[in-house]
């Protein structure tokens, strides 16, 4: 037999002190988790529980937080987390679960969520996002709430649980794929086609946008030169006036500053020759002649006269209006102006290749129609001749659960030829299928999502549950939370057998307030709320013997728990051990295989 051995340490630095939780266990090489840690979520203000291979029951009174402990786990799989569930005056939710991966790594999960809502997902103390959370939560849980049972309603549900008890998951992914790649290049078709539908139209409109641009033919940045132009032009007369008397002032006139300047040279020389002070002076002498000497040369041209004719002036005008036209139809810069041109004229080269393109276009939609009616042809073949073992299988499933009479199918709308009817084709393929169901003998088989009850749905949601096959099976921990919703008696029995049988497979957590359903658990677990100090806290306590034959007895009559009761509670744990020991065994002997 394989001694398998696990060890983790928790670390809970919420309250500023250490604390570690070892877990030891031998038993099957099973992914399951082994040891659950909640702090401060909702009522529960600290709370461990220590989970086993098999099937951990968990009960207690309504409203003692038992449904608190699988909301924990759904934190754990990457669930909603909000402000609201963190316990009244806490800073955070804590929650932490000890697990093993389906591939054999030892893993802690952790997920924080504080009093403002903001919420952080660990993995190994390693922080990591929400999804990473999510992909690694959904390998290990798989959860079974009533929320779950209504599903059945939704007749859309039904092909992805056919789906997933005939293992076609991977056919699926093909069959979306294609359907998108269809969609895509039909969607391009009808796009094209519409732009065509107005094609002489559109390229009447683009020919005569694009020839308004070519005719002016502008240039980056010509706006901006010419605007510089248009001003020299318009003041021509005040600029020669200006450059005029700045050239007479400097070189040509009276007492010219160049002249002055030869003079005051001379003074300083003489000054430099007798005060060495003066020297640097003297030296800046050429720098400052050759600073004016060009001065000198950039006035001219403006004393000689600026040519300003109008005809320059009013050339320069008309283009610049020409160009202001031409940014407030296709700018607003002249850059623009450019790109939308070359837009243009790969529009007009697209209206004009649109035939030779539609034709492409054609060939493309024919070709992904074909590969995705043909997969999905195999994806409906395969679900046809699984879905009489499906049917067949629950039947079997019911009848273990007090149903032994009751008849199912999956129907498929078969009213309209498959490659007539693209119309219903989805990414999930061709096929619209419904369970159909009858619980009572003499009664045709009708939609189970309108016919069934609560009770029904739960047992039907559970033998599908069952039916998985082994090899389809990845070993998470399964969560059922209050599966015996709508159910008694006879069917409650029923229900604790199948889900002990569920167990040889699966580890199981099973939220019940039926005596029936936590005989057969392999652990038991009793959840309390109590009050301290005016706050309430919740407690879970393992279970064993002669306090789980008083928890059996309070659930089988409530508060008052007679002598007779807890005797008849004590038999009914004794008639099951022999059940239990079986449950022991094939596990063993799983173990067994394995090695």
């Not at 940014?327 to 041109?341: E, L, M, N, Q, W």
Request: aromatic content about 4%; charged content about 30%; glycine content about 8%.
């Amino acid at each position: 037999m394989i001694r398998w051995h696990f060890s983790v340490q928790l670390e809970h630095r919420s309250t500023g002190s250490d604390r570690r939780a070892k877990v030891l266990s031998d038993g099957p090489l099973w992914p399951m988790i082994r040891f659950l840690s909640i702090r401060d979520l909702a009522v529960i203000d600290h709370l461990e529980i220590e989970l086993d291979p098999g099937l951990n029951v968990l009960t207690g009174e309504t409203g003692a937080g038992k449904s608190i402990v699988v909301g924990a786990l759904g934190l754990l799989r990457g669930g909603r987390a909000s402000s609201d569930l963190v316990r009244t005056g806490a800073h955070k939710a804590v929650v932490e679960a000890a697990a093993e991966t389906p591939d054999g790594r030892e893993r802690v999960l952790r997920r924080e969520v504080s009093a403002q809502g903001r919420s952080r997902a660990f993995v190994d103390n390693r922080l990591v996002s929400t999804s990473t959370l999510r992909q690694l939560g959904a390998e290990l849980l798989d959860l079974h709430g009533q929320h779950e049972h209504q599903a059945l309603l939704d007749p859309a549900s039904h092909l992805e649980l056919l789906d997933r008890y005939a293992t076609l998951g991977a056919m699926r992914g093909d069959v979306r794929d294609r359907f998108g790649t269809w969609r895509q290049v039909a969607s391009d078709l009808e796009r094209l086609r519409e732009r065509m539908a107005s094609r002489d139209e559109r390229a009447e409109t683009v020919a005569l946008q694009l020839r308004d641009i070519e005719d002016a033919d502008p240039s980056e940045g010509e706006d901006d030169a010419l605007a510089a132009q248009q001003q020299i032009l318009a003041n021509a007369d005040h600029l020669h006036r200006l450059a005029s008397e700045s050239y007479a002032a400097l070189y040509d006139g009276d007492g010219a500053a160049l002249g002055t300047l030869d003079r005051v040279w001379k003074h300083v020389g003489e000054l430099a020759a007798l005060d060495p002070a003066f020297t640097p002076h003297l030296d800046a002498r050429d720098a400052i002649a050759s600073q004016l000497e060009e001065l000198v040369y950039a006035l001219r041209p403006y004393a000689s006269g600026v040519d300003a004719s109008p005809e320059r002036l009013q050339a320069v005008e008309d283009r610049l209006a020409r160009l202001d036209r031409l940014k407030r139809r296709y700018g607003p810069t002249i850059a623009d102006v450019i790109s939308r041109r070359d837009q243009l004229r790969d529009e007009e080269a697209e209206l004009t290749g649109g035939t030779e393109r539609e034709a492409e276009l054609v060939e493309q939609v024919a070709a992904a129609r074909d590969a995705y009616l043909d997969i999905a042809t195999v994806l409906s073949e395969q679900r046809q001749a699984h879905a009489t073992k499906l049917a067949r299988a629950l039947e079997r499933g019911l009848g273990d659960l007090a149903m032994e009479r009751a008849r199912f199918e999956v129907v498929f709308d078969e009213s309209a030829p498959v490659a007539d009817a693209e119309e219903r084709w989805t990414d999930r393929g061709i096929d619209q299928g419904e369970f159909y169901f009858s619980a009572n003998p003499g009664e045709d088989v009708r939609p189970l999502a309108r016919i069934a009850s609560g009770g029904e749905l739960s047992r039907v949601m559970l033998a599908l549950r069952t039916a998985v096959t082994p090899a389809d099976s990845s070993g998470r921990t399964l969560v059922f939370d209050e599966v015996d919703a709508g159910i008694g008696g006879e069917a409650a029995e029923r229900v604790g057998a199948k889900l002990r049988t569920l167990a040889d497979r699966y580890q199981v957590l099973c939220v019940t307030h039926l005596p029936q359903i936590a005989i057969y658990g392999t652990s038991h677990h009793r959840v309390t709320k109590t009050v301290r100090d005016g706050r309430t806290a919740t407690a879970v306590e393992r279970l064993a013997d002669e306090s789980r034959a008083s928890e059996i007895a309070r659930m089988m009559t409530g508060t008052r728990v007679s002598s007779n009761v807890l005797e008849s509670a004590r038999e009914l744990l004794t008639s099951t051990d022999k059940e239990k020991a079986k449950v022991t065994a094939g596990a063993k002997g799983e173990s067994e295989r394995r090695k």
